[in-house]
């Protein structure tokens, strides 16, 4: 297999070690890929300067916005998904068999881009409250995309619902015997288990197993639970902490901390926004997945970030570090402070940067300018705020 950036379930990675290029850069341009699969997994893992100098702490990042197919996390969900399908004869490449799912967006855009890559159609329902950015990507891939009106999981219309539903029509109704194949990320084991098999082994090495803790938002669970499976259960490290970062408004935090989603004040169903009542995208949920499910009981804390402290780190890293990310980072790097403030000086915590700034330069970086923090210089109140004295 001569793939460059080939992950564990994939292929073993090429060693060149003789014929490295003499560049000051530390990566290898390497050799051809196996297609756009085999620039998927093996992200690098970055060290936040800026972060690790605030907090007396080490705080790593693992690049995920650096899959090369559809430029997050799940690109490796949405290969292992495609290939488990295939397996059980679910997907037949080249038939016309289409591939239908219930997106915020990234899960979405990898399936259509694998879809495209390996002779399948995609047909993806989002709710229309999420960046356009996504889905004018997703119809510029060639995916069929149904923006529908939020409503809740109990609703046959809830965009994971419809999605279902559509695949079922798909088969039912097939004049050339094509199938409709409901990826069904929120509840599928393929999800958790493409990061016991990459996602959690890949941080295991880049760190040499030195790692004190890892933090992550949940949007299926399926990072955070497969993760925290790998570390814990198969690398066998008792004491890495696992904790769930989480926006505003998302009812795991109540759920991890309190053993409920709602606040009593609150009533189940009565939220107008199927995710959550934050401007994050992609993390936060109202409901427990079989993806975090599987995880729950592995997990030590969770922190919650406002929005405000969102826009605050997202500029903070755009500024300090050069790196533009998207909301779900953000909470990721805000939370990661936090729990990095609860352990000793030196602690070494992992975190994941999600997706580019470019997904959403229309809601959420829009915000950002206009609440001001475009000019911002020292985030003095929100250094305090995670808990920097
Ligand atoms: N960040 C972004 C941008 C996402 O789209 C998602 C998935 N919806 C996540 C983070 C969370 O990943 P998971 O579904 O594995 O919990």
């Known amino acids: 297999n001569d793939r460059r950036r080939s992950s564990f379930f994939w292929g073993a990675p090429v060693k060149l070690e003789d014929h490295e290029p003499k560049s000051s850069t530390s990566r290898s341009a390497g050799i051809a890929t196996n297609g756009i699969e085999g620039c998927i997994g093996n992200t690098p893992l970055i060290e936040i300067q800026s972060l690790s100098e605030a907090t007396g702490r080490i705080i790593l990042a693992k690049a995920e916005f650096l899959n090369g197919a559809g430029n997050s996390p799940k690109d490796r969900v949405a290969l292992n998904m495609?290939?488990?399908?295939?397996?059980?004869?679910?997907?037949?490449?080249?038939?016309?068999?289409?591939?239908?799912?219930?997106?915020?967006?990234?899960?979405?855009?990898?399936?259509?881009?694998?879809?495209?890559?390996?002779?399948?159609?995609?047909?993806?329902?989002?709710?229309?409250?999420?960046?356009?950015?996504?889905?004018?990507?997703?119809?510029?891939?060639?995916?069929?995309?149904?923006?529908?009106?939020?409503?809740?999981?109990?609703?046959?219309?809830?965009?994971?619902n419809?999605?279902?539903?559509?695949?079922?029509?798909?088969?039912?109704?097939?004049e050339d015997g094509s199938k409709g194949f409901f990826a069904n990320q929120f509840e599928t084991e393929?999800?958790?288990?493409?990061?016991?098999?990459?996602?959690?082994?890949?941080?295991?090495?880049?760190?040499?197993g030195n790692l004190d803790a890892f933090v992550a938002g949940a949007g299926t669970g399926g990072t955070i639970s497969g993760v925290a499976r790998y570390l814990k259960l198969e690398a066998k490290m008792k004491n890495v902490k696992v904790i769930l970062a989480d926006p505003q408004g998302s009812g795991l935090y109540n759920k991890i901390k309190h053993g409920v989603m709602y606040s009593p004040t609150e009533k189940e169903g009565t939220r107008r926004r199927?995710?959550?009542?934050?401007?994050?995208?992609?993390?936060?949920?109202?409901?427990?997945?079989?993806?975090?499910?599987?995880?729950?009981?592995?997990?030590?804390?969770?922190?919650?970030?406002?929005?405000?402290?969102?826009?605050r780190m997202a500029r903070w890293?755009?500024?300090?570090?050069?790196?533009?990310?998207?909301?779900?980072?953000?909470?990721?790097?805000?939370?990661?402070?936090?729990?990095?403030?609860?352990?000793?000086?030196?602690?070494?915590?992992?975190?994941?940067?999600?997706?580019?700034?470019?997904?959403h330069l229309s809601k959420f970086w829009k915000?950002?300018?206009?609440?001001?923090?475009?000019?911002?210089?020292?985030?003095?109140?929100?250094?305090?705020e995670l808990g920097i004295s």
């Open 82 to 160: 495609i290939l488990e399908a295939e397996k059980q004869g679910l997907l037949t490449p080249h038939q016309g068999d289409t591939i239908y799912e219930g997106t915020v967006g990234s899960t979405g855009i990898s399936l259509a881009t694998l879809a495209r890559a390996k002779g399948y159609k995609a047909h993806i329902c989002m709710p229309d409250d999420q960046a356009f950015e996504k889905s004018d990507l997703l119809i510029h891939l060639g995916a069929t995309v149904e923006r529908v009106p939020v409503a809740p999981i109990t609703s046959p219309d809830h965009f994971v």
């Open 162 to 174: 419809l999605a279902r539903r559509r695949a079922i029509e798909h088969t039912r109704f097939s």
């Open 190 to 208: 393929s999800n958790w288990q493409a990061h016991v098999v990459s996602t959690g082994p890949e941080i295991y090495q880049q760190t040499d």
């Open 274 to 311: 199927q995710q959550v009542d934050s401007m994050v995208e992609g993390i936060g949920i109202n409901r427990i997945t079989n993806n975090f499910e599987v995880g729950r009981d592995l997990l030590d804390d969770a922190v919650k970030v406002t929005d405000e402290q969102a826009c």
């Open 317 to 359: 890293l755009v500024e300090n570090d050069g790196i533009f990310v998207g909301s779900s980072s953000s909470v990721n790097c805000a939370a990661a402070v936090m729990a990095a403030m609860k352990l000793p000086p030196g602690s070494r915590v992992v975190t994941l940067l999600c997706d580019s700034g470019t997904r």
């Open 367 to 384: 915000n950002i300018k206009e609440m001001g923090l475009e000019e911002e210089g020292e985030p003095t109140d929100l250094f305090a």
